[in-house]
T-cell receptor
Framework: AQTVTQSQPEMSVQEAETVTLSCTYD???????LFWYKQPPSRQMILVIR??????QNATENRFSVNFQKAAKSFSLKISDSQLGDTAMYFC????????????FGKGTKLTVNP | SAVISQKPSRDICQRGTSLTIQCQVD?????MFWYRQQPGQSLTLIAT?????????ESGFVIDKFPISRPNLTFSTLTVSNMSPEDSSIYLC??????????????FGSGTRLTVV
């Protein structure tokens, strides 16, 4: 089965500082998409950022950016200027193998931003 | 990206009964997905629902327990049948790319928190 590894079950960061969440995965595909989702206590799954594997440029969305290393199958999320509202579970989700649109989720990292 | 309305948001059900969860999308999408999130866990895909064909179930999930309907490109239902306390979870629907092929899909409904007593 395809695996997604988020090696940090929990992390904490001070408000306004920077934090990086790690994710590694396996796939035999060449072209695929990868996503980071945020799930606050409201349980709503919120798309944070996505990366297309054929693009060398790392995706950026305001304070969120990724470090995508295709050969290493690594897809880390950097959150700059952390805010209290960033407190949530973060899930890494690459597209499943075989050309399907379904996603495979990691176990998640619980991020707490402290005032 | 697509907007999904999922109902109900929560329910408490007696064991042995069934609950049907609905997801309505504001645009036509090819694929819809149903996930289960057990307490404190990540998301596990139950099945993929394509319009006009039977749903495709993941290992460990069967149609008799989780029947799915997909009558058109904007709507799907998931039924949790003959419930037991082990079915207590959050159930979420999600969509892939929209009909036009844009990759800005992959949005989720707000989830249904199911408690079986």
């Amino acid at each position: 089965a395809q695996t997604v590894t988020q090696s940090q079950p929990e992390m904490s960061v001070q408000e306004a500082e920077t934090v990086t969440l790690s994710c590694t995965y396996d796939t035999s595909e060449n072209n695929y998409y990868l996503f980071w989702y945020k799930q606050p206590p409201s349980r709503q799954m919120i798309l944070v950022i996505r990366q297309e594997a054929y693009k060398q440029q790392n995706a950026t969305e305001n304070r969120f950016s990724v470090n995508f290393q295709k050969a290493a199958k690594s897809f880390s999320l950097k959150i700059s200027d952390s805010q209290l509202g960033d407190t949530a579970m973060y899930f890494c989700a690459p597209q499943a193998q075989g050309g399907s649109e379904k996603l495979v989720f990691g176990k998640g990292t619980k991020l707490t931003v402290n005032p | 990206s697509a907007v999904i309305s999922q109902k109900p948001s929560r329910d408490i059900c007696q064991r042995g009964t069934s609950l049907t969860i609905q997801c309505q999308v504001d645009s036509q999408v090819t694929m819809m997905f149903w996930y289960r999130q057990q307490p404190g866990q990540s998301l596990t895909l139950i099945a993929t629902a394509n319009q006009g064909s039977e749903a495709t179930y993941e290992s460990g999930f069967v149609i008799d327990k989780f029947p799915i309907s997909r009558p058109n490109l904007t709507f799907s239902t998931l039924t949790v049948s003959n419930m037991s306390p082990e079915d207590s979870s959050i159930y979420l629907c999600s969509v892939g790319r929209d009909r036009g092929g844009s990759n800005y899909g992959y949005t989720f409904g707000s989830g249904t928190r199911l408690t079986v007593v």
